[in-house]
């Protein structure tokens, strides 16, 4: 998958598919990022680029054309100058598979111009599995690049941190996130925006979250807030704690935590609403018009506390204090 073809990190791309294109590129590379926003992708754009037949250059950034023999089996993952590394069924990286990679990485390119080796998920790479890598990452073979994708760079061991220049992949705007799920994985408008607000930016997340808990989180939310908004009367916030926690039984831990970040994520939107800012990022774009109804009662200050308040009822909920109680005393609070 092309650069082009990736989601957000326009700015990485450009740069990576400039020093590709110059042959500057360091031939050790950590790309580092969250979970789920198109690292390994990336790297194996970057693959693509190094070996295309008919590379893109004009335009920005600089492409693999996604059409040739060599993107079409890089693609496929059968090309023979590109070799995938990745934990096996123990969840670890063993110490044989990055020393069979490094054999394999001194001999000149077989069938393109440049191998690319990617370790995926390098931390899961055993301590031994990582030292055995130093000496090919301080000087790898000519034609030879190693990428390391990892979402925890901090739990490699430095000397490996230390001889690859780091890539880093921020996270995706929710904008992002929901188009992806449209495009690629068949989700309708709502529930594309209920995942992305829910995501923290990454695919993976939305993905994982099941459409549904996302979606009734959301709901579950903005009820309550519409329920608080209006009124200080003691029986209209015990109906919003209601709202958030339902009554007829005890909603469970992980169920309330997912309610309450999408209450955090809505605050947050409440609070860039009153900042006028750029709409594209409002993490719950589709519910713009509840928002906005809801901007009256939430003046800035309101907003603010009410977004500290959720911070801390997650706090709580994390040290164990039963759901109930925390929604019910959040409904105090907001
Ligand atoms: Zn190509």
Known sequence: MPFRAISGHHHVFELLGRAATRGTLPPSLIFAGPDGVGKRMAAVAVAQLLNCLAPRAAG???????????????????????LMVEPGDTGVIKVDQVRDAIDRSAYRPFEGRRRVVIIDNADAAMPEAQNALLKTLEEPPPASTFILVTSRPDTLLPTVRSRCQRTRFGRLAPADVAAVLMRDHGYGEADAHAAAALSDGSIGAALEGGTEAFVEARNAAAAMLQTVASSTDPRRRLDGATALAGVKREIDRDELARRLYALSSMLRDLGLLLARADERRLANADLEPKLQGLLRSFDGDRALRAF????????????????????????FQI
Not at 311 to 329: E, F, G, M, Q, Y
């Open 60 to 82: 920005a950034p600089a492409d693999g054309c996604g059409e040739c023999a060599a993107c079409r089996r890089i693609a496929r993952g059968v090309h023979a100058d590109i």
């Open 308 to 331: 500290s308040a959720v911070d801390r009822a997650l706090t709580a909920l994390d040290r164990n204090a039963s759901p109930k109680i925390v929604a019910d005393w959040l409904a």
